[in-house]
């Protein structure tokens, strides 16, 4: 009988508490910790779990695991994930990766010396309706998204690019699948004293463009995205859990009016999140692909780090490519 595997959280706040109940449901796997700096929390959240410990020190976990989930905040994501990395610990990383390239940089040559799995928490990757245009074939030539929220200052961390804007970006990014040739961006400070609304162009080296908007000043959540490729386009509404694909017909209409055809799919509510860690526990039992690699979170982060930039600089472009190396 394999052994079961064991995991533990770090930082078991809002969101950390949610991983660790996660994992609790998982056969084959024991939550046999979670850590907080706040040790009062870490004992309430440790209490909902038989055999779960309540730690506010990380080295404590060492010996102790095989497996852990960080969701700490960004700024302290390098410095808690590299010690489990060279251990060769796998880690589950929330979004976003780290607060620097080089950061991210580091984390991937750590992780691929020791062995360890480095998977980074993008969501919305596991969103039923985006998982249902994976398995699509398509040639995006533009592609559209808007991703709007009401402002929450849990989240306000980090700007909005790094916050909502780099889970669409992570997506084209990985739906593309090539470099980078221009970046134009722009964008505001609304409620916060970092970005709150922006708008960045990416264009592709194939020539395809993505125009990416992400709001956390908005009274409506709204999660769209529309890519349009040759004689078809498919709609994905994130938060509704839509799948549209809609393609040239075969007959006209009308003279010079082509038919429409559209197909639609709803999914049942879903738990993306659970997915994302029954994909990480398969990804290190060796039963299936890492979805979210640390080079994924590492593309990401860099373009979201551009698109920053150039939205402090003002409405200005950029012409070289992106370093996708290691």
Request: hydrophobic share 45%; proline share 4%; with cysteine.
């Amino acid at each position: 009988m394999t052994k079961p595997l064991r995991a533990a959280v770090v930082g078991v706040g809002y969101l950390g508490r949610f991983h660790a109940q996660k994992y609790a449901q998982l056969s084959g796997l024991n939550l046999v910790a979670v850590v907080d700096a706040d040790r009062d929390r870490a004992q309430a959240v440790a209490s909902e779990f038989q055999g779960c410990k309540p730690l506010t020190d990380v080295t404590d976990l060492f010996n102790e695991v095989d497996l852990v989930s960080v969701v700490v905040p960004t700024q302290l994501h390098f410095s808690t994930a590299k010690p489990f990395l060279e251990r060769g610990i796998h880690v589950l990383l929330e979004k976003p990766m780290t607060v620097t390239v080089e950061e991210a940089k580091e984390l991937n040559a750590i992780a691929q010396s020791t062995g360890a799995i480095l998977q980074i928490g993008h969501l919305e990757r596991f969103n039923p309706a985006l998982m249902a245009v994976t398995g699509q074939s398509i040639s995006p030539l533009f592609i559209e998204s808007h991703r709007l929220a009401p402002y929450k200052p849990r989240g306000a961390d980090v700007n909005v690019v790094l916050d909502l804007m780099i889970h669409d970006v992570d997506i084209i990014l990985n739906m593309v699948g090539l470099d980078i040739a221009r970046i134009s961006a722009s964008g505001a400070k609304i409620l916060s004293e970092t970005i709150d609304i922006a708008n960045a162009r990416l264009e592709f080296a194939n020539g395809c463009v993505a125009n990416v908007t992400s709001s956390r000043v908005s009274h409506k959540t709204e999660r769209k995205m529309r890519i349009f490729a040759h004689q078809s386009y498919l709609t994905i509404d994130f938060q509704e859990r839509r799948f549209g694909l809609h393609r040239r017909g075969e007959r006209e209409l009308y003279p010079g009016i082509p038919e429409i055809v559209s197909e639609e799919t709803s999914f049942e509510s879903a738990d993306a999140l659970l997915t994302e860690i029954q994909a990480f526990v398969a990804a290190v039992r060796g039963e299936g692909p890492v979805i979210v690699s640390g080079l994924d979170g590492q593309r990401a982060l860099e373009t979201a780090i551009r698109i920053t930039e150039l939205v402090h600089q003002g409405p200005t472009s950029l012409d070289q490519p992106l370093d996708r190396s290691l």
